[in-house]
């Protein structure tokens, strides 16, 4: 059973460009989460989606928008990059049915910012 | 708003050990609580998990945590430690509807051959 999957692993992007990160939820899982984990911090919570829609957003700005299909799988987007925006990415997925709390992490995408 | 204080940045034991982290959290009901552990460069993998009723949760690794309502703390154990253990700890909350996890910002563990 493959877990959260995320793509690319790494990337390096230059300021005022734009960038697309991927994410493949654990199987079975229909819900996907995005945070942003800066270094040194804990991550924090960018946006959760869930049937194709964004369900709750946590307090970052509109450049960070984001995407789920219909195989559940997600995209996050980010606009007019700035430096500090050079961080580890996590995709979480979980399950929105009863006892589905727990949510599994991929492996992260390392985005540089220059 | 849910909240999550991890006091310990960085702890030091040796080898066979026993280990506590800190976690105290801030929500108004009961909470659902977890535990993730990050090796470096890698993703969170969950450790434990507290919904609801025993307050002392096991883990995998040898983990267990403790929720003790009354003093909002949420703290990990571990009887042993193996070198193995070394890495970054976070205590995590998620409250009633609220579906999103708010984090610490970790405990980072060394351990000592």
């Known amino acids: 059973d493959a877990g959260v999957t995320q793509s690319p692993t790494h990337l390096i992007k230059t300021r005022g460009q734009q960038v697309t990160l991927r994410c493949s939820p654990k199987?079975?899982?229909?819900?996907v989460s995005w945070y942003q984990q800066a270094l040194g911090q804990g991550p924090q919570f960018i946006f959760q989606y869930y049937e194709e829609e964004e369900r709750q957003r946590g307090n970052f700005p509109d450049r960070f928008s984001g995407h789920q299909f219909p195989n559940y799988s997600s995209e996050l987007n980010v606009n007019a990059l700035l430096l500090g925006d050079s961080a580890l990415y996590l995709c979480a997925s979980s399950f929105s049915g009863v006892r589905g709390y727990e949510q599994y992490f991929g492996p992260g995408t390392r985005l540089t910012v220059t | 708003a849910q909240s999550v204080t991890q006091p310990d940045i960085h702890i030091t034991v040796s080898e066979g050990a026993s280990l506590e982290l800190r976690c105290n959290y801030s929500?108004?009901?009961?909470?659902?609580l977890f535990w993730y552990v990050q090796s470096p460069g890698q993703g969170l993998q969950l450790l434990l998990k507290?919904?609801?009723?025993?307050?002392l949760v096991q883990g995998i690794k040898g983990f267990e945590a403790e929720f003790k309502r009354s003093q909002s703390s949420f703290n990990l154990r571990k009887p042993s430690v193996h070198w193995s253990d070394a890495a970054e700890y976070f205590c995590?909350?998620?409250?009633?509807?609220?579906?999103?996890?708010?984090f610490g910002t970790g405990t980072r563990l060394q351990v000592t051959l």
């Open positions: 995590a909350v998620r409250g009633g509807t609220a579906s999103k996890l708010t």
């Open positions: 507290y919904f609801s009723g025993d307050t």
């Open positions: 929500y108004g009901a009961t909470p659902y």
């Open positions: 199987s079975g899982h229909d819900t």
